[in-house]
Nanobody, 123 residues
Framework: QVQLVESGGGLVQAGGSLRLSCAAS????????MGWYRQVPGKQRELVAQ???????NYADSVKGRFTISRDNAKNTVYLQMNSLKPEDTAVYYC?????????????????WGQGTLVTVSS
């Protein structure tokens, strides 16, 4: 099994900063893409930022210039630095990873989600 454990959410005032972390653990051969999504009640989950292994990053237009995604491959961890936060950034933030496992049957590909961490930005 593979688990993603997120941390770093909380309550912050508008204009403030938060840093989210997401650590992957379990039976992992490699991790390709890692990313962050967010969801507000009643709306679809949306991409915030994603970072392939060795590829270029991709950000939602609404967070460009304010959020930065980074990875520590040695720790199987992805981060999301969020600056200049706005009330509209309030959401549950989910970590996502594309994981490869080696099994007796060959390679197994998994898409794994974290449990989510709540970010609340007050005005």
């Amino acid at each position: 099994q593979v688990q993603l454990v997120e941390s770093g959410g909380g309550l912050v005032q508008a204009g403030g900063s938060l840093r989210l972390s997401c650590a992957a653990s379990g039976i992992i051969f490699s991790i390709n893409g890692m990313g962050w999504y967010r969801q507000v009640p009643g709306k679809q989950r949306e991409l915030v930022a994603q970072m392939p292994n060795g590829g270029s990053t991709n950000y939602a237009d609404s967070v460009k210039g304010r959020f930065t995604i980074s990875r520590d491959n040695a720790k199987n961890t992805v981060y999301l630095q969020m600056n200049s936060l706005k009330p509209e950034d309030t959401a549950v933030y989910y970590c996502n990873a594309d994981v490869t496992q080696l099994t007796s049957m060959g390679r197994k590909y998994l898409e794994v989600w974290g449990q989510g961490t709540l970010v609340t930005v007050s005005s």
